[in-house]
Every structure is written in C-alpha cells, then in structure tokens.
C-alpha cells in the first residue's frame, strides 16, 4: 500500500484541533450533468443500497441512472436559490456560525464541512486539516438518529481516507444526538415560532427520511432512535399522543420501508376531516431537497388535493440560534480532554479536569 504524502512538519509546531461536519451531499448543479455523478456515488454506496453489487450495477447503470438524473435536476431546480444548493449554504452555514461560538467560549479549533457524497468531499476537507496542523479531529456527521445507511457510511469515508495516511491523527466521532436536550429544545424552539406566527394546527406531523424495514429486522437503531426524538419533542411541547404522528417519507423502489408513510398518511388526514397540518422534518438539520421539494411542495400538493385547507412545512433548524448553540454543547463534551481552551478558561478547564480526576482516584482508592 502507498500512503499518501504527508505536508511539510515542522518540530515544536502547536498541536490543534479539527472539527469537521458532514453533511449526505448535494450535486453542484441543478442539471442532469450534474446530478449523474452524485448519484451514481451516493447509489453506489453499499452502505445505501444492499443489493448484491454486480446486480445492482447493471440496474443502477443501465436503468435508474438514465432515467433518474434529468427528474431529479428538474426537482433540484425547483428549490435552487441564488446561494446555490440550499443544504449546502445551511451546512457552510453552520459550521461558520459554530466556529464563531466555539471561539465565544474559549475554543481555539478548525470548524470545517465536508459532504459524503458530492463535493468538499470528505477526503479533501480532513487532508486540508491535516494541512493546517490538526492532530486531533471531530467528526460530527449531521444526522441526529444513527442509521448504517447515514451516520456509518460517514465512517466508512473517514477510515478509508486514514487508512492511506502515515500520520493519522487522533480522531472521534459523534454517534447520534437524538435525545440530546439542546437539539430537542431547538426543535421545540422552532415549533413555537411558527405557532407564535401562524398558530397552532389540528396535528403536526413529524417526518423523517425512511430507510427499507429490514434494516430495523436486521438490527438498525434508527426506527427506534426516530421515535425517540419525537416523543421527546411531543413532551417538551405538552402534545398529547393524538396530536401529533411520526411517519417516514422518501421511499426509493419496491421493497417495504419503515412505516407509516408520510405522503399517503397526510392524505388520509384530509379525508379524515382534518383541515391543517404543521409538518416538520427532526430528521435533517438543514433544509435540502427532501424537505423542500419532498415535503413543502409534494405532499403539501397531496394534502391539500385530498381535502385539506391549510399545510404548513415547519423549516429545518439551519442556523437557529438555539440549534448553533446545541452543536456547539455536543462538540464540547465529544471534546473533553482536549486542550482546545486558551487563557483564564484553559486555567479553569485544567482546575476542573484535576479535581475530576482526584475525585476519580479517590473512588477507586488510589494513594493521594
């Protein structure tokens, strides 16, 4: 194995940090062109799909590949704004805004983003840290509920890319963050301010990106990690359970996938007699095309055909103040132990992490 070349190091040269958040991935443009490539990476990902792989070529590139790549640049168009890619801009976003927090409160690290599919990949933005100096990395993948299919394919990107490097750094990653009380209180945060400003509706509807039903049969947590979040964020809202519903939407071929789905679920509600819904999406920390073409545009379409009155698509937390602040407290405790403090802060973290450890000694009965 040839290992890839390592930048130039200099001896005495401060050790830093990296904080690096990866988001699923967005095609550069809103054309077929575009959109090819990105999805042949993202369906290619066995991680994704679990179909044998010479069976799954032939089909990906013989049939989905022609026929997906031009409806879904029309779908990308729809939502594509003047900063481009609407996940892309909240992801680049986010990790501004949390590189600024993190400086607020005595953090001397590197806040940067990668996609795992599509572009800055996450192969690049890890060899630019090392660039930068960084022997110690965080990745924080944005996905709240861990699924093989999301949060470990992030995984597989990062070990792959260090398994060709000479010099790898310390590394940690962030599992999931479903039931972390800044991420449910940013949620909860976001549900009000659209009920302070347009009222409260007859149900609202959490969805989250669905993934084929025998990923939960073979032992993914996420079906369980989704429900989780919601019912924490129903608590937290004072909703009772028939005021609000969990579904799963963004269902890829014919195999089952978890249940209910969001679509037709919204249309029974119409027929129901319910008149308005609040949909919002737990699932995805920036809006993207899942949830702004998917959600605000498709199944509002389906809703309001069905017999509805009002639907109303609740955004993403993208850069809330309440949700910049939550991700900052999440990369914090996945940092502990690390010097990233400068100043009276190092001083204090230092007095706190001798006390800790004391206390920890004394427990085990170790000589003082």
């Known amino acids: 194995m040839r290992f ?19 988001n699923l991935g967005t095609p550069d443009a809103p054309t077929a062109k575009a959109v090819r490539p990105y999805l042949k990476q993202f369906l290619s990902d066995p991680r994704v799909v679990e179909i044998p792989r010479l069976v799954w070529w032939i089909i990906l590139n013989l049939f989905i590949l022609p026929l997906r790549s031009g409806k879904s640049a029309h779908k990308y168009a729809s939502i594509w704004s003047a900063t481009g890619s609407p996940l892309k801009h ?40 090392k660039s930068r100096g960084c022997d110690r990395v965080l990745v924080v993948p944005a996905y709240p509920q861990y699924s093989g ?38 949620l909860q945060a976001a549900v009000n301010r659209h009920w302070d400003a347009h009222g409260q509706s007859d149900k609202l509807v959490m969805s989250f990106h669905g993934v084929p039903k ?19 964020l129903a608590q937290r809202l004072g909703l009772a359970p028939e005021q609000y519903l969990v579904t799963f939407q963004s269902r890829f071929g014919k195999a089952e996938w978890l249940q209910p789905y969001t679509a037709p679920t919204l249309q029974e509600l119409a027929r129901q007699g319910v008149k308005r819904v609040d949909v919002i ?8 095309l899942e949830t702004l073409e998917e959600i605000a545009m498709e199944v509002r379409t389906d809703f309001l055909t069905a017999g509805g009155a009002e639907f109303h698509y609740i955004p993403c937390l993208n850069e809330s103040p309440e949700w910049i602040e939550s991700l900052a407290g999440i990369c914090e405790q996945h940092m502990l132990g690390w010097p990233t403090l400068s100043g009276p802060l190092e001083r204090e973290q230092n007095e706190r992490d001798n006390a800790l450890s004391r206390e920890r000694a004394l427990a085990l009965g170790a000589p003082q």
């Open 281 to 288: 999406c737990p699932g995805f920390v920036a809006d993207c």
């Open 149 to 186: 299919t999301t949060t470990a394919s992030v995984w597989d990107a990062v070990f792959s890319h260090y398994a060709r490097v000479r010099n790898v750094p310390e590394l940690r990653l962030v599992r999931n963050y479903h039931d972390q009380e800044g991420y449910i209180e940013a």
């Open 4 to 22: 890839k070349p390592e930048p130039p190091y200099e001896h005495g040269t401060p050790s830093r940090t990296a904080i690096v958040l990866v």
């Open 214 to 232: 025998r990923t939960l049969t073979l032992g993914d947590p996420y079906h369980c990690e989704c429900y989780k979040t919601a019912r924490l």
């Open 90 to 129: 909240h992801t680049q976003m986010q990790a501004s805004l949390l590189g600024q927090r993190l400086a607020q409160r005595g953090h001397e690290v590197e806040v940067a983003y990668a996609m795992r599919y599509g572009s800055p990949s996450v192969e690049s933005v890890l060899d630019e840290m």
